[in-house]
């Protein structure tokens, strides 16, 4: 709140005032006049600047531990659970149930629940950490209306695609083939019926949209922006995101797709772009892998390299249509002032009156 006052520099009986202000001399053109009986007097604006404390991170890191170890831990929970009921909790030895569990994970009805079950974990906790934080909950997870023009989002899932398909066509060229998660979710895509293919585009695409987003571009990575900057919390947000997929080929795709989700949520300022570019680009691969079934083959070499290419150029351009067409907002909407905040005096601009704000 800004506040305006008059204050009469060379009556002595102001003498708190005869120390040195920053009080620049008034201009005579200013317009300003000497308030009635106060020959001389300065008009001082008095801002209430709050002292800058730098945000804590440690709630940051330790909201990601929680959430990795609890959708880790109900995540590998919710298959075990399936596999017990649906063979009536028989089993002769630990290892028939070891095997069992190894053959359960691959049908898609058990593979999906368990994904459900892991998002919701990182949705409750990115959810109840906002919720703790003193701060509204749309301004923490920053699920304010973006910069983003209609054609901008358009745009930026666009540019989310490019960064996979290049990944993808990399991996191709690199001679590297799919394994671990990424293998096993597209085995069972193939395998999905009509009913399952839906209830995969939810939990496989939409679900991440909500929960990685709000844990990771939302929570973490507007907490380190306040602490550390652009582009430090950029990277580190994106490094917790590819650990948190835990596989040798996902992980560095969500490293790389991190970053230009990151990049996009701070210039536009919000994650609502973000939300709508992982949700896109999920849902999609989980489509093209159904469609693609047993029938799916990779690409030669030359047709990698030239697909490599085109998404290069996409993602260039995408990447240039955020950077320049895409501006950070102007007004933020802050909260009041701590408590032990400061008074500076600074001149008033010539004006007819002195406002308060």
């Not at 650990?243 to 795709?253: A, E, K, N, V, Y």
């Amino acid at each position: 709140m800004l506040l305006s006052v008059d204050l009469e520099t060379n009556d002595p009986a102001h003498d708190f005032l005869s120390a040195p202000l920053p009080l620049p001399p008034l201009p005579l053109e200013s317009g300003l006049t000497s308030a009635p009986g106060f020959p001389g007097a300065y008009a001082l604006q008095y801002a209430y600047l709050p002292v800058v404390r730098k945000p804590r991170v440690w709630t940051v890191f330790v909201a990601l531990a929680v959430a990795f170890i609890a959708g880790l831990v109900v995540g590998g929970m919710v298959p075990v659970m399936m596999v017990v009921a649906e063979n009536g909790g028989k089993f002769e030895n630990p290892q028939a149930l070891t095997e069992a569990i190894q053959t359960g994970i691959l049908q898609p009805t058990i593979l999906l629940s368990s994904g459900a079950a892991t998002q919701a974990m990182l949705l409750v906790t990115a959810l109840s950490a906002a919720i703790l934080s003193p701060v509204r909950l749309v301004r923490r997870l920053r699920l304010n209306p973006s910069t983003l023009s209609p054609i901008g989002y358009i745009i930026a899932p666009i540019g989310a695609l490019a960064v996979s398909v290049l990944f993808s066509n990399i991996v191709t060229l690199l001679g590297i083939h799919e394994s671990g998660t990424i293998k096993l979710m597209g085995d069972a895509f193939k395998k999905l019926t009509h009913t399952e293919l839906v209830f995969a585009v939810l939990i496989v695409g939409v679900a991440p949209g909500f929960a990685e987003e709000f844990l990771f571009r939302g929570y973490m990575q507007t907490r380190l922006v306040q602490r550390w900057g652009r582009w430090p919390a950029i990277w580190i947000t994106a490094a917790g995101f590819g650990i948190m997929h835990m596989d040798p080929l996902q992980s560095p795709f969500a490293f790389a797709f991190g970053i230009y989700l990151g990049y996009l949520a701070e210039k536009s300022g919000s994650i609502r772009p973000t939300m709508l570019c992982h949700a896109v680009n999920n849902g999609l691969m989980v489509v093209l892998g159904w469609m693609a079934g047993s029938a799916a083959s990779e690409p030669t070499r030359k047709q990698a390299a030239v697909i490599a290419v085109v998404a290069t150029v996409v993602l260039v351009l995408c990447c240039l249509y955020v950077r320049y067409r895409v501006h950070p907002p102007q007004t933020i909407d802050e909260p009041p002032p701590p408590d032990g905040g400061i008074f500076i005096p600074s001149p008033i601009l010539p004006g007819p009156s002195m406002a308060t704000a």
